[in-house]
């Protein structure tokens, strides 16, 4: 990688935690990476440089026919002061994944993550520092070749940048609210691309989205089929906690990934495996005595099984997850005239807040890993020097 880099008195403000700046989404740091790809010379070499605009020819394949992949990760300050991403690894598999879907060119997975790495290295202490914070890191890929036709893009360009987001404040969350998708908005259906991270997914979803917004709700509830199964909710995975019909065993369930129409979320995949390690029958003594032990499903699961559940009042917890949204509770599912309103508590303070214990202690387990607290396999610790 080559660097030209802006001297320190060149770069911007480093807004605090609070800062609403952080709420535009349009406070980057001082710096991007950018590397080329051309079909007869393949990678050159990557740049690390201040951020800023970039140039296309008005026939760029993505302009066109939306020849585009990202990935969403974040990269922590520790406790202990050190910089970590979360199972980085995933994102780079998941993004050749996603790049294959969409023609985009294949690429050395370990040298992504050693440019990431290198990156993050040079902007976290000036743009990371205060211990128990993130920063959002957005790895894209588009096809910036001219091509007219429709054609594999004869020329790729790479690029990351670092975001400054909102951080969480720590207070109870109020929960989140979701609108099921009327039929006539499909997200993704079999030998679609839904399980890819393709800019293809999203811009045709935002119109649901507006919608949802509309609605009261923050988010759209993806819903499939005629018999309306349950997906993902906005650009996040979702579970749903409740007791079995037939038993008293309380199950977690979420969507599987065999028919490709959700995405392969790193933050689901951590919380199956985490709840399956800790809180099963067997293990969640050890860990969690006050709760009822988990049964933990990925199958296909549809809105009117929720809607049962509620009315038999079986219901126990939802939640959403994601890199960007972390693990949200749900306070409110609305499908067409019925409202399904989780149970809410008053916290000391006076704050109203869902009543969602699963979901609390998963993602308290998820920090502790992300910020150093409990050494863990799933985090990439980044050498600052
Ligand atoms: C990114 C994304 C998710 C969450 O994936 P994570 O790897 O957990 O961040 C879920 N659904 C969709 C549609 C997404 O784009």
Redesign the pocket.
């Known amino acids: 990688m080559t660097f030209s880099l802006l001297p320190e008195s060149e770069q911007g403000a480093v807004p605090s935690l609070y800062d609403p700046a952080r709420m535009s989404q349009r406070a980057m740091t001082a710096h991007m990476v950018q590397a080329v790809w051309r079909t007869e010379t393949g990678w050159e070499a990557p740049e690390m440089m201040p951020y800023g605009r970039i140039s296309l020819e008005p026939t760029a394949s993505v302009l066109h026919y939306a020849t585009e992949s990202f990935e969403?990760m974040k990269v922590y300050r520790g406790y202990d002061k050190k910089l970590r991403l979360f199972r980085p690894w995933l994102n780079c598999q998941r993004l050749a994944k996603s790049n294959a879907r969409v023609c985009l060119p294949q690429f050395d997975q370990e040298s992504l993550l050693k440019i990431i790495a290198s990156y993050l290295a040079i902007e976290c202490p000036r743009w990371l520092p205060e211990p128990g914070s993130n920063l959002y890191v957005r790895p894209t890929m588009i096809g910036s070749g001219s091509a007219l036709g429709i054609q594999r893009p004869p020329e790729a360009l790479f690029f990351l940048f670092g975001a400054l987001f909102p951080q969480s404040t720590g207070k109870p969350s109020p929960g989140i609210k979701l609108l099921a998708s009327d039929p006539e908005h499909i997200r993704a259906w079999p030998g679609g691309f839904g399980s890819a991270?393709v800019g293809a997914s999203y811009g045709p979803a935002m119109v649901a989205q507006a919608k949802a917004r509309e609605n009261d709700c923050s988010q759209t509830l993806w819903l499939f089929g005629s018999n309306k199964l349950v997906t993902?909710a906005g650009?996040?995975?979702f579970f749903v906690v409740w007791r079995r019909k037939d038993s008293d065993v309380v199950e977690l369930v979420t969507s599987s990934l065999d028919t490709d129409i959700i995405?392969d979320?790193?933050?689901?995949r951590s919380i199956l495996e985490l709840a399956r390690a800790r809180l099963s029958a067997d293990s969640i003594e050890a860990n969690m005595p006050t709760l009822t032990p988990l049964e933990v499903h990925e199958r296909p699961f549809t809105i009117d099984e929720i809607l049962e559940a509620h009315a038999e009042r079986r219901l126990i917890e939802c939640f959403v997850?994601?890199?960007a949204m972390f693990v949200a509770p749900v306070s409110t599912i609305k499908y067409a005239d019925q409202i399904v309103a989780f149970p809410m508590t008053v916290t000391e303070d006076g704050q109203k807040t869902t009543v969602s214990k699963y979901a609390s202690i998963l993602k308290s387990w998820l920090e502790d890993i992300m910020y150093g607290r409990e050494n863990h396999e799933w985090a990439y610790v980044i050498d600052e020097k």
């Not at 979320?265 to 689901?268: D, E, F, N, S, Y």
């Open positions: 969403g991270k993902e650009a996040s995975n995405l979320g790193i933050t689901r997850s994601g890199t």
